[in-house]
């Protein structure tokens, strides 16, 4: 008997801190918010049936009780046992419905339109390629992020194809699940005072997996860079370089960047990802021009 109670009461523990996660995310929903009526009564219930159950640990040493009042006390405990049974198995069951209502509910974001153009100004980014180039392929990049590392290899291709025709863009856009890549962005900019900021962009998406600030360091070496210089550059103009990155998220919110890396071709996002992708749609835009 004590077993099965303790049992049940573990089993009830575990299933409420479950619940608990799906009932405040959907407490707005008045079926929720009776349910988590229903789970407070459950949590009062077995908190006294744990003070019943720890009472008569505790009374071992007492006199020991006439038969029927025995026999009373386990009637009482399996009835609250019942009740909590009862009240566990409506608890999921309203749970999972409200788990598939909520389910139901969720809509689809809207598709994204491939034919706007935003304006997407160039200011303090630096431009890889013929400044005058007719087509500007920019890149929101976070230097950490794996894929941007995966298609960087295509756009190096795209600009080798296309020497006169195109040149390229980066924009910072840091995720925050990414510790390093902010310190690689602005390890990018430090690089730049010294007019290495494209050949450092490069080794950090090269080295995406193991960024640190000894990495910047070891990268600014192997780049032929006053090391002492770009460590002064990257710590002391840190304000300077969150500005700058600032910015950079500001305008992806306005272009609706949802991810990295985005890519644009003379201010329409592209889903182009490899160098034939790129090539449709730029001789497109060259056709265009003639």
């Not at 409420?16 to 459950?42: D, H, M, T, Y």
């Not at 009472?55 to 909590?84: H, K």
């Not at 856009?173 to 010294?194: C, V």
């Amino acid at each position: 008997m004590q077993k099965r109670i303790f049992t049940l009461i573990l089993v009830v523990i575990i299933g409420i801190f479950a619940g608990v996660s799906i009932v405040k995310k959907q407490a707005r929903e008045p079926l929720l918010r009776e349910l988590l009526k229903g789970q407070n009564i459950i949590l009062q219930a077995q908190r006294k049936l744990e003070k019943q159950i720890m009472s008569g640990e505790n009374m071992a040493d007492a006199p020991a009780p006439q038969n029927s009042d025995v026999s009373r006390r386990l009637q009482d405990i399996e009835g609250r046992l019942a009740i909590l049974e009862s009240s566990w198995n409506g608890l999921q069951e309203g749970l999972k419905q409200a788990a598939a209502n909520a389910g139901n509910a969720r809509q689809a974001p809207p598709p994204e339109d491939l034919s706007k153009i935003y304006d997407i100004a160039v200011a303090h980014s630096q431009i890889k390629g013929n400044k005058n180039a007719p087509v500007t392929i920019v890149e929101f990049v976070d230097f950490q992020c794996p894929f941007c590392a995966r298609f960087h290899q295509p756009i190096l291709e795209v600009l080798a194809a296309y020497p006169k025709e195109v040149n390229y863009v980066l924009k910072n856009f840091p995720l925050s699940f990414h510790e390093q890549a902010k310190p690689a962005a602005k390890a990018a900019l430090a690089a730049g005072e010294q007019g290495k900021y494209w050949e450092m962009a490069d080794s950090l998406l090269e080295n995406g997996r193991a960024l640190s600030e000894e990495k910047f360091k070891e990268l600014a070496g192997n780049l032929g860079l006053n090391v002492e210089k770009f460590m002064n550059d990257y710590k002391e103009k840190d304000a300077q370089w969150e500005q700058l990155i600032q910015t950079d998220m500001s305008l992806a919110q306005q272009v609706n960047v949802r991810g990295t890396p985005t890519f644009y071709i003379n201010g329409r996002k592209t889903n182009a990802r490899d160098l034939n992708s790129f090539k449709a749609e730029i001789d497109k835009i060259l056709s265009q021009q003639k």
